[in-house]
């Protein structure tokens, strides 16, 4: 039988959809900004954050609603509880991405401190965390999100070694390289930041679809027997 | 051992794998079925009711809810050509049995119906006709057993005044708290609620449904509902029916969060049928 308050979750799964998107989009373009070092692109993606907060509002308040008036059970109830807390991480990563392109902004008119290697390694595996994560809600796939999380450790990997490499081999040895090295330390942070919260939506999709919780457990990743 | 999840389907599960160590089985149902003529209406029901808690069962329409909550105190024997096989314990005594006094079991397991169905007779009445009934001839007696029942079942403050009026003319949600008090008044050990707000008000329902939680400290509690947040709201386990079958029983968090069995998502999240 079908309900129409399935209706209503397919609109909020939609919305989702578009937020993702946009978000995709910002991290794109930061990156993009970050590699031309194009000052209207990077200006662009602090400028559109805001639509991404408006997004972030609009399902929070469209959660709320049905929660109120549907009174949601079982995978209803956990499917609109983890969307507004992927919101939130959503929200997160494009601030993470406004803030690249502020570090964008600093970079323009200074030439970079060495080639970049391991920040656009950092980069596509951030792009692929985050579509995977987002993917993985939108097709209730415990499977792909358990992946994401595994993975999350090279990004952490990918950071050291960009950190490691600028303090030891520049800012160590060239103390005027700091104003060029610090924006790129900077945005191995927050690549990496971004991933975490690629994490976060992956874990809270395993809950959604297996109500198991593996966030500060991944030993329990291993989910043969859950509930669907 | 306290454990947070399981599925209760055969009878060598318990419920003591999933409650306190503290918490004692009340009532202890094993291997029932019940048939009206040839039809079953219960198969193979194990099922423990834990003392002091309160224990929804719900199910759609002609699950056997109401068949089953009725054997707890053995009102199902007033209807003609049924047949019951399997044991009920109350406190580890089988009340099932011709040697057992159903009198007796209907005084331990006190019943709430759906409908409030007070006696054409006054409100004072109403809660001393069960004492009178049971040979207490006592006035003074009867007077305090009467004040004691209405003020639990918080009715007290709005009928001090009028306790010679007829109990018809009081409220839906008050006559049903005057019934409740009316099972007080006997001192019974088990209260058993069959869909007890499906005739009433939001107000109303929420005062019994706080009530509930107020009565779990002194009594045991079983209350069959069709509404499944009030289950929410008021139990500690809730079991799942469906066509005579026990599907699932677990702690009401469990079956509301992530329930185990698909019939009983299908149900819970109005998928079903």
């Given at each position: 039988?079908?309900?129409?308050?399935?209706?209503?979750?397919?609109?909020?799964?939609?919305?989702?959809?578009?937020?993702g998107?946009?978000?995709?989009?910002?991290?794109?373009?930061?990156?993009?900004?970050?590699?031309?070092?194009?000052?209207?692109?990077?200006?662009?993606?602090?400028?559109?954050?805001?639509?991404?907060?408006?997004?972030?509002?609009?399902?929070?308040?469209?959660?709320l609603?049905?929660?109120?008036?549907?009174?949601p059970?079982?995978?209803?109830?956990?499917?609109?509880t983890?969307?507004?807390?992927?919101?939130?991480?959503?929200?997160?990563?494009?601030?993470?991405?406004?803030d690249?392109?502020?570090?964008?902004l600093?970079?323009v008119?200074?030439?970079?401190?060495?080639?970049?290697?391991?920040?656009?390694?950092?980069?596509?595996l951030?792009?692929?965390?985050?579509?995977?994560?987002?993917?993985?809600?939108?097709n209730?796939?415990?499977?792909?999100?358990?992946?994401?999380i595994?993975i999350?450790?090279?990004?952490?990997?990918?950071?050291?070694?960009?950190?490691?490499?600028?303090?030891?081999?520049?800012?160590l040895?060239?103390?005027?390289?700091?104003?060029?090295c610090?924006p790129?330390?900077?945005?191995?942070?927050?690549?990496?930041?971004?991933?975490?919260?690629?994490?976060?939506?992956?874990?809270?999709?395993?809950?959604m679809?297996?109500?198991?919780?593996?966030?500060?457990?991944?030993?329990?990743?291993?989910f043969?027997?859950?509930?669907? | 051992?306290y454990?947070?999840?399981?599925?209760?389907?055969?009878?060598?599960?318990?419920?003591?794998?999933?409650?306190?160590?503290?918490?004692?089985?009340?009532?202890?149902?094993?291997?029932?079925?019940?048939?009206?003529?040839?039809?079953?209406?219960?198969?193979?029901?194990?099922?423990?009711?834990?003392?002091n808690?309160?224990?929804a069962?719900?199910g759609?329409?002609?699950?056997?809810?109401?068949?089953?909550?009725?054997?707890?105190?053995?009102?199902?024997?007033?209807?003609?050509?049924?047949?019951?096989?399997?044991?009920?314990?109350?406190?580890?005594?089988?009340?099932?049995?011709?040697?057992?006094?159903?009198?007796?079991?209907?005084?331990?397991?006190g019943?709430?119906?759906?409908?409030?169905?007070?006696?054409?007779?006054?409100?004072?009445?109403?809660?001393?006709?069960?004492?009178?009934?049971?040979?207490?001839?006592?006035?003074?007696?009867?007077?305090?057993?009467?004040?004691?029942?209405l003020?639990?079942?918080?009715?007290?403050?709005?009928?001090?005044t009028?306790?010679?009026?007829?109990?018809?003319?009081?409220?839906?949600g008050?006559?049903?708290?005057?019934?409740?008090?009316?099972?007080?008044?006997?001192?019974?050990?088990?209260?058993?609620?069959?869909?007890?707000?499906?005739?009433?008000?939001?107000?109303?329902?929420?005062k019994?449904?706080?009530?509930?939680?107020?009565?779990k400290?002194?009594?045991?509690i079983?209350?069959?509902?069709?509404?499944?947040?009030?289950a929410?709201?008021?139990?500690d386990?809730?079991g799942?029916?469906?066509?005579?079958?026990?599907?699932?029983?677990d702690?009401?968090e469990n079956?509301?969060k992530?329930?185990k069995?698909?019939?009983?998502?299908?149900?819970?999240?109005g998928?079903?049928?």
């Amino acid at each position: 039988m079908e309900r129409h308050f399935d209706h209503e979750l397919d609109e909020l799964n939609k919305n989702i959809l578009k937020m993702g998107a946009l978000v995709q989009e910002a991290i794109f373009k930061s990156i993009e900004s970050l590699k031309t070092l194009d000052k209207d692109m990077a200006t662009l993606v602090i400028d559109n954050d805001r639509v991404i907060d408006d997004c972030e509002l609009k399902i929070d308040e469209e959660c709320l609603v049905l929660l109120a008036l549907r009174q949601p059970m079982a995978f209803d109830l956990r499917f609109i509880t983890m969307a507004m807390k992927i919101t939130t991480d959503l929200e997160r990563i494009a601030d993470l991405a406004a803030d690249i392109a502020m570090r964008v902004l600093e970079l323009v008119d200074k030439p970079l401190v060495k080639p970049l290697i391991d920040i656009p390694k950092l980069t596509e595996l951030a792009k692929m965390m985050i579509k995977d994560a987002i993917d993985s809600f939108v097709n209730k796939d415990p499977d792909l999100a358990g992946k994401v999380i595994l993975i999350d450790k090279e990004a952490d990997r990918l950071r050291d070694i960009v950190q490691r490499e600028l303090i030891n081999d520049y800012i160590l040895k060239d103390k005027s390289s700091i104003p060029r090295c610090i924006p790129l330390l900077l945005i191995a942070r927050h690549l990496e930041r971004i991933c975490d919260h690629a994490t976060n939506i992956a874990e809270d999709v395993i809950y959604m679809v297996k109500a198991k919780v593996v966030k500060h457990h991944p030993e329990k990743l291993n989910f043969d027997k859950g509930p669907q | 051992m306290y454990s947070q999840t399981m599925i209760r389907l055969n009878k060598e599960d318990n419920l003591s794998c999933m409650c306190k160590p503290s918490d004692s089985v009340k009532i202890k149902v094993q291997d029932i079925n019940f048939f009206y003529g040839n039809q079953q209406a219960l198969k193979d029901i194990n099922l423990d009711v834990l003392e002091n808690r309160v224990t929804a069962i719900i199910g759609p329409s002609g699950c056997g809810k109401s068949t089953f909550i009725r054997l707890l105190n053995r009102m199902n024997e007033l209807v003609p050509k049924t047949t019951l096989t399997g044991r009920i314990y109350l406190d580890g005594q089988d009340i099932i049995g011709s040697c057992i006094d159903p009198v007796e079991i209907r005084r331990r397991v006190g019943m709430v119906f759906q409908k409030p169905n007070p006696f054409p007779k006054s409100i004072f009445e109403n809660i001393s006709y069960g004492l009178e009934v049971n040979g207490i001839k006592n006035k003074q007696f009867i007077e305090e057993r009467v004040v004691e029942s209405l003020k639990r079942a918080v009715l007290w403050e709005e009928v001090r005044t009028r306790l010679h009026d007829s109990a018809l003319k009081l409220s839906g949600g008050q006559q049903q708290r005057l019934c409740i008090a009316r099972c007080l008044a006997v001192k019974p050990e088990v209260l058993l609620f069959d869909e007890p707000c499906a005739s009433l008000d939001p107000i109303s329902t929420r005062k019994i449904e706080e009530l509930i939680l107020e009565l779990k400290k002194d009594y045991t509690i079983a209350i069959v509902t069709h509404n499944m947040q009030q289950a929410a709201r008021v139990s500690d386990f809730t079991g799942f029916f469906l066509l005579g079958e026990l599907i699932e029983l677990d702690k009401t968090e469990n079956i509301f969060k992530a329930p185990k069995d698909k019939r009983t998502e299908d149900y819970i999240t109005g998928r079903f049928g």
